[in-house]
């Protein structure tokens, strides 16, 4: 590499083209979603909102009790009337242009706090330093498009810390504007997500313990308000009522402790599942570096928001690796302190095997996600195929099993929720709480010359069923992985509890019966 492109790759610039164009690559690749609340309280309540389906009895057990904020699937359904109203929709579009408005979200926030770095440090190199980390650290890039409600916490988490110390570092004028955006970032981030009250509590008491600037506060009341008002109003638009969501979400979820049903989990949850997904040595890094922050900068406004954030989630009981996202969208700032802390005390070659083996790791983990395509979108994308091919399709499935179109929950009670997010048009998911419910069903829509198939979670059903079944072979993965990376056949995993069969028409079963 000659040294003109090594130093335009590598100055400040450079670091921003390539990680947006690696954003964008995870924004058209990276499909799929990260936890399964990611799709069913947003997608499919803009969904019901766009085009009445799924209806309220197939919508998650939270919305009957209008426990989420109506802001993300009010965006989802803005987009989505725009490309109605172009001729232009499409799940898979719509999807594509949400994680792409989350990643440039999050570039701005990482610019945003990279003036914080490269201030508080006096070192250009650790502003690109923090860039590259938030841009390519391999867990960041993934996280960083997806339109969860944990992620665009974190974003906004980022930009109100960076814009408050900013604030801060400046002589602090034009108070009462500065009052209103930050005001507006905390009421969002509210909103967003109700947890990130307990981020913001530690915000508010820093401010009033090392910020005590009376025309900053007078500013951020309307803002807070505003943004309050404007989930109010989402939230009336969303479930067609007045409603408080925060207060119905601490009474069902505290209160009546319906997130205890999903687990309870020890303190130490969060370190070792952290480690498990995040990979142990980053993980470890992570852990060490924020540990260290806290430790050391005991008085900074990260720690006052964070610490209070994380020690709750420690004492709650449900536990899950995302619920600590937003904290780790600061990983980049607490690592990059942590290297300059590296820099002093460990020798010059092993700071670079300890380089060297991240930065392969980070490589290889970018790798992985970019092509491997999550095994429901390979399969939403087949029935699309298979459906245009057979036109009216009818699938039925057992309540209790799940299957790409369907899950079971069991909350307050018994429900299936759908996906009809991806369902193609003309297609029809039915639900039977007996499999002799279901053969009937089976056989009656067959005898109106309808198609039917079986979602089943059984691999040997063509075998036990009284129907003539003929089971689709279909796998989401490359052929050429399939044939020739398939060590242990793997790639049966994600599909063993996920078969397809057709029910044989009258006509069909009849010709294999002849001699």
């Known amino acids: 590499m000659s040294p003109e492109l090594k130093k335009i790759l590598c100055s400040r610039r450079g670091i921003l083209v390539a990680g947006a164009l690696l954003t964008l690559l995870y924004a058209w690749l990276s499909r799929g979603y990260y936890h ?95 860039l590259a980390l938030g841009l390519f650290l391999w867990f960041l890039a993934y996280l960083h498009v997806h339109f969860s409600a944990e992620m665009l916490t974190g974003n906004l988490l980022l930009l109100l810390a960076g814009c408050t110390l900013h604030y801060v570092s400046t002589d602090r004028k034009h108070e009462f504007r500065w009052g209103l955006l930050l005001g507006a970032l905390a009421g969002a981030t509210f909103v967003v997500r109700y947890q990130s009250g307990f981020a913001l509590l530690g915000y508010g008491l820093w401010l009033l313990t090392f910020c005590r600037r009376w025309k900053l506060f007078v500013g951020m009341v309307p803002g807070v308000c505003c943004m309050l008002a404007f989930g109010l109003l989402a939230d009336r638009w969303f479930y067609g009522q007045w409603t408080l969501t925060p207060i119905n979400y601490l009474r069902e979820n505290i209160f009546h402790g319906h997130m205890l049903k999903f687990g309870v989990e020890p303190w130490w949850y969060y370190f070792s599942a952290s480690l498990a997904e995040g990979g142990i040595l980053f993980g470890l890094l992570v852990w060490a570096a924020m540990l260290r922050f806290f430790w050391i900068c005991r008085r900074h406004l990260v720690a006052w928001m964070l610490v209070p954030f994380l020690l709750v989630h420690f004492l709650l009981g449900h536990k899950e690796v995302r619920f600590f996202f937003p904290a780790f969208f600061f990983a980049p700032y607490f690592i990059t302190l942590f290297w300059q802390e590296i820099r002093r005390t460990v020798p010059l070659r092993l700071r670079r095997w300890f380089a060297g083996i991240m930065l392969a790791c980070n490589v290889g983990a ?38 790409y179109y369907s ?83 793997w790639t049966r995993y994600s599909l063993r509890s996920k078969n397809i069969y057709e029910v044989l028409p009258a006509e069909e079963v009849a010709q294999q019966g002849r001699p």
């Open 36 to 130: 399964h609340d990611e799709h069913y309280q947003i997608l499919e309540y803009a969904h019901m909102k766009l085009f009445g389906t799924p209806t309220v009895e197939h919508l998650a057990w939270e919305y009957p009790l209008m426990m989420r904020s109506g802001v993300q699937p009010g965006i989802v359904w803005c987009l989505g009337r725009l490309l109605l109203a172009g001729g232009l929709y499409s799940p898979y579009l719509l999807i594509f242009l949400l994680q792409l408005f989350s990643g440039a979200l999050s570039i701005g926030a990482l610019v945003v706090f990279s003036r914080v770095v490269r201030r508080e440090t006096g070192d250009e190199k650790q502003e690109r330093l923090f």
């Open 366 to 403: 970018i790798l992985f996600v970019l092509v491997q395509d999550p095994a429901e979108i390979g399969f939403y994308g087949m029935m699309d195929r298979y459906c245009e091919q057979k036109g009216d399709v009818v699938a039925l499935n057992l309540a209790g099993d799940k299957t």
């Open 407 to 489: 899950w079971p929950q069991y909350v307050i009670e018994p429900r299936v929720i759908e996906t009809r997010f991806y369902m193609p048009k003309d297609f029809a998911n039915l639900h039977f709480d007996t499999f002799e419910a279901l053969e009937a069903a089976a056989r009656a829509l067959a005898a109106e010359r309808r198609h039917v198939i079986i979602l089943s979670a059984d691999p040997d059903l063509a075998g036990k069923s009284a129907l003539r079944l003929r089971k689709i072979a279909w796998n989401p993965y490359p052929e050429w992985v399939v044939r020739h990376c398939n060590f242990n056949d």
